[in-house]
């Protein structure tokens, strides 16, 4: 029998922007719950969720990391995430693992960028959310005003659970218990604000509530839960993980007041792909087939693989059989395993509602569903949203010989990563990532646990080719070398497609001028000129091709002569066909001081960009948005860095691709010509 039902199970995941306090909190936790002797430090690096070695280097969380504690009658399972921008990927990766998103807030530096995204990312996975007001030990914090901004910023539902007392030594209790003075504000009307707001989602409660005038708290756990699920109610709570204010609190908030599976949104479980998928109900019932989802993988030196994943329903234990996604073949559990930071602690049963893992198993991989019946084949989680990969580095061994292992080191790390792409192309091995520091870990990471170096220098632009208008194009291939000869001849036509739908061959040959078994070699050689790039060397989308007409011969007529006819005919239409090269454009979030917003708006126009609104973060901080060619900011992280004296970081993400102006075109099609003819000295 496993020792906690689901009822007796609750999951959290600390989120919110780096430096925040989130893994200092976690550390105040686990050592106020029993299951660590003395806290740790981030500065020592000495926690137990910041073990990896370049999270120590970094002083700042680089991965998603899972403990559990006990606390009364109840297991936790906390998520501790990363809150640098760079590394928000596996934050956002971990949100479908619990049904509540605390969002740590620091009272020292106020809502920052990445506050305002978790707290949309979470809502949009329709988890619960609670806000922790972090740091309040720390000087000249002016917490009233937080609090006021958070509840401009985020709504009337972020009503304060605990109030800060003694000058944040310790908190006041506003919801069960709520007697003594705060440090500002009435702990009175903070416990009337949160009844009221609750009492809302329950017409019968809100009656009987009018009628008498006050509602004891102990019947109020499942209108609190309601208003959780609809966030109709965000509690705000204090604390410090400094100090340890707050933070039997919030163990007390966690296991009385925060949703056990049973309580929480369900997750959005989809069977099938497309229009025709249909919901699936995972029931948090341990008697039932399991249903559990891969959240994060982590390739450990000596461990292996290991897959992290939550139980939605059934249990899994080490005689489990379980299938990952559509694998015909199942694989036995051996250790199941609970996580307390790098060590796994096995166990003997996990129910819904626990977080576990399992290791060596190398079909596991990032959001796959392990289930143990083909009935569950096919389901998925309703897909996450991560950012786009924007940031990219052109990598080159440093020693020859290196290739191999590099594709190895390159392969582990993208089974880990969710934002981290490795492409190639143009002769270049192109990594992706969210930014500099996302970069730099990666490269980190190949030298010191890979034992691989690398050399690193800014790729090639993505540019895209396409044409404008229709156009007809004709060739006849005929060779006569001696013996057979090869023939084959071709009339297409192409069409613009909507931005975005790629290519599409239509075959409207009548009377089989070319024979049916040719028309796979015409759409060859037009596909070779897709990906060779006719205008300047970069792949040619959304163009419709549609070959109408044709000769062949019954002895010369051969596939290579139909795949060079397809390509020629092909070229000769697209130089008729208007074609242009599109640039990719992005989304740029800036960070900065407000006394450069002047030069960074000017920065911005000067490299044909525009702004499109800004965001008040924290006094005297701004959110600049706008959109920039990706070619215009190869060197912007330096640059920022000099306006803004090292105050300022951004974001991007792509946002569409638009035509580059016509001087450009020139210029790609002028570097092209020559590198072509490079090509053919040679
Ligand atoms: N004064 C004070 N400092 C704190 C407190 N909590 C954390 N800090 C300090 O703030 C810094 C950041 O703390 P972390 O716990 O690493 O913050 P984090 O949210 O985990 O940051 P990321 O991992 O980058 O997302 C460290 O120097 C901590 O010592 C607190 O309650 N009070
Ligand atoms: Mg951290």
Redesign the pocket.
């Known amino acids: 029998m496993p020792k906690f039902s689901p009822e007796a199970i609750r999951t959290v995941a600390?989120v919110?922007?780096?430096?925040?306090?989130?893994?200092?909190?976690?550390?105040?936790l686990l050592h106020r719950a029993g299951a660590i002797a003395t806290p740790g430090?981030?500065?020592r690096g000495t926690?137990v969720?910041?073990f990896d070695p370049l999270?120590k280097t970094y002083?700042?969380?680089?991965n998603a990391a899972i403990v559990h504690f006990q606390h009364r009658d109840t297991r936790v399972h906390l998520i501790?995430?990363?809150?640098?921008p760079d590394?928000i990927g596996r934050a956002i990766g971990a949100l479908p693992a619990v049904e509540t998103a605390a969002v740590?807030i620091?009272a020292?530096n106020g809502i920052e960028l990445i506050t305002h995204r978790m707290m949309q990312w979470a809502q949009k996975r329709n988890l619960c959310r609670m806000i922790v007001v972090?740091?309040?030990?720390?000087e000249n914090v002016d917490l009233a005003g937080l609090l006021e901004k958070i509840q401009a910023a985020f709504g009337k539902e972020c009503l304060p659970i605990n109030l800060p007392a003694d000058g944040g030594k310790r908190v006041v209790d506003c919801f069960f218990n709520p007697a003594g003075d705060s440090d500002f504000s009435s702990v009175a009307d903070a416990h009337q604000a949160l009844v009221d707001q609750v009492v809302e989602v329950d017409e019968a409660l809100m009656e009987k509530y009018l009628e008498q005038g006050e509602i004891e708290p102990e019947q109020l756990h499942a209108p609190f839960e309601k208003a959780l699920r609809e966030s109709h109610l965000i509690p705000v709570c204090f604390?410090?993980?400094?100090?340890g204010a707050g933070i039997a609190e919030l163990l007390e908030i966690f296991v009385k007041l925060m949703p056990s599976p049973t309580e929480g949104n369900p997750p959005q479980f989809l069977k099938g792909d497309g229009a025709t998928a249909q919901p699936v109900h995972a029931e948090v019932d341990p008697a039932r087939h399991v249903l559990a989802h891969v959240f994060k993988v982590m390739i450990d030196p000596f461990v292996g693989k290991v897959g992290a994943f939550r139980v939605h329903q059934g249990t899994i234990t080490r005689d489990s059989q379980l299938f990952v996604g559509e694998e015909r073949k199942a694989f036995k559990v051996g250790h199941a395993y609970l996580v307390q930071g790098k060590e796994l602690v096995e166990t003997d049963a996990l129910v819904p509602g626990d977080i576990g893992a399992v290791s060596k198993i190398d079909e596991i991989h990032f959001d796959a569903v392990l289930h143990d019946s083909h009935d569950e084949d096919h389901i998925h989680l309703a897909p996450l949203e991560f950012p786009t990969p924007m940031h990219s580095l052109a990598i080159e061994p440093k020693r020859r010989g290196d290739e191999q292992r590099i594709s190895e080191a390159l392969h582990k790390i993208v089974a880990e990563d969710p934002t981290f792409r490795v492409a190639h192309h143009a002769a270049e091995t192109v990594i992706s990532g969210l930014g500099d520091l996302h970069m730099r870990y990666v490269l980190d990471k190949m030298a010191g646990q890979y034992h691989v170096e690398v050399t690193a220098k800014p790729p090639r632009i993505p540019y895209l080719e396409t044409i404008t208008a229709k156009a007809e194009g004709h060739h006849r291939h005929k060779k006569q070398t001696g013996g057979a000869g090869q023939f084959g001849e071709v009339y297409l036509r192409v069409e613009p497609l909507k931005r975005g739908s790629g290519f599409e061959f239509v075959d409207q040959v009548k009377g089989g001028t070319i024979p049916t078994q040719f028309i796979p070699a015409v759409e060859k050689g037009v596909r070779q000129v897709l990906e060779a790039g006719p205008v300047a060397g970069y792949p040619l989308k959304d163009v419709r091709v549609i070959v109408y007409d044709g000769k062949h011969h019954p002895v010369d007529s051969k596939e290579v002569a139909f795949v060079s006819a397809g390509k020629r005919a092909f070229m000769d239409a697209i130089t008729k066909a208007r074609p242009i090269i599109l640039e990719p454009i992005v989304s740029i979030d800036i960070t900065a001081p407000e006394n450069n917003m002047g030069d960074i708006a000017g920065d911005i126009s000067s490299k044909r960009g525009q702004v499109s609104g800004t965001d008040t973060l924290a006094a005297g901080t701004l959110s600049i948005r706008g959109q920039v060619p990706l070619s215009e900011l190869s060197n912007y992280q330096a640059r920022l860095k000099s306006v803004t004296a090292g105050q300022g970081s951004y974001s991007i993400e792509l946002s569409h691709y638009d035509p580059v102006p016509p001087n450009i075109q020139k210029d790609l099609m002028a570097a092209h010509a020559k590198t072509a003819t490079q090509d053919d000295e040679q």
Do not use: M, W, Y
């Open positions: 600390l919110g922007h780096g430096g925040a306090g989130k893994t200092t909190l976690a550390e105040a430090s981030v500065e926690t969720c910041d999270e002083q700042h969380s680089l501790d995430t990363p809150g640098l590394f740590i620091n020292q972090s740091k309040i030990d720390a604390a410090s993980g400094r100090n």
